[in-house]
């Protein structure tokens, strides 16, 4: 059998590393524990307040009918206002409740706590290794986004 490639082991390890983090923030989260793609909704409506459902749904590369679902639940928790367009009162507009605006923040703070600890255990060489592949691993991203985003 051949060993993984360099792209495989990069993917196999960004996956890792985000199941992990999901994993220890909903452990050490009080109330309801929420899903991935309710926080990557709640985040998308913090920095685009306003935006509708088919645009979120676009934004996130879900299908429509799932993001009105995780709207419907995240209303229903209290975390989302959903507004009736003025100019088309078919569609919806949402904005973040205050309980959701706390949720994020805590959400973030208790985030960036854990990778700090984590990041500090390694020596200074990993540590420098991590901070200089930041800029590199968010042009990925950027790629891989721009990819999606192609028809």
């Known amino acids: 059998m051949e060993a993984p490639s360099y792209a495989e082991e990069l993917a196999d390890t960004l996956s890792a590393l985000?199941?992990?983090?999901?994993r220890r923030l909903r452990a050490g989260s009080s109330?309801?524990?929420?899903?991935?793609?309710?926080?990557?909704l709640l985040r998308l409506?913090?920095?685009?307040?306003?935006?509708?459902?088919?645009?979120?749904?676009?934004?996130?590369?879900?299908?429509?009918?799932?993001?009105?679902?995780?709207?419907?639940?995240?209303?229903?928790?209290?975390?989302?206002?959903?507004r009736?367009?003025?100019a088309d009162r078919r569609a919806a507009r949402l904005s973040l409740t205050e309980a959701a605006g706390a949720r994020l923040t805590n959400w973030r703070e208790r985030r960036a706590a854990l990778v700090r600890r984590q990041?500090?255990?390694?020596?200074?060489?990993?540590?420098?290794?991590?901070?200089?592949?930041?800029?590199?691993?968010?042009?990925?991203?950027?790629?891989l986004r721009e990819e999606t985003d192609r028809p």
């Open 84 to 86: 009736t367009d003025l």
């Open 119 to 143: 990041v500090e255990r390694l020596e200074a060489a990993d540590q420098e290794a991590l901070r200089a592949a930041i800029p590199a691993l968010r042009r990925l991203a950027e790629n």
């Open 18 to 22: 985000q199941r992990s983090l999901r």
């Open 31 to 40: 109330g309801t524990r929420p899903s991935g793609a309710e926080i990557e």
């Open 45 to 82: 409506v913090e920095s685009r307040p306003g935006i509708g459902i088919s645009e979120a749904a676009k934004e996130l590369h879900l299908a429509g009918n799932s993001v009105s679902t995780l709207v419907n639940q995240l209303v229903r928790d209290g975390q989302l206002i959903r």
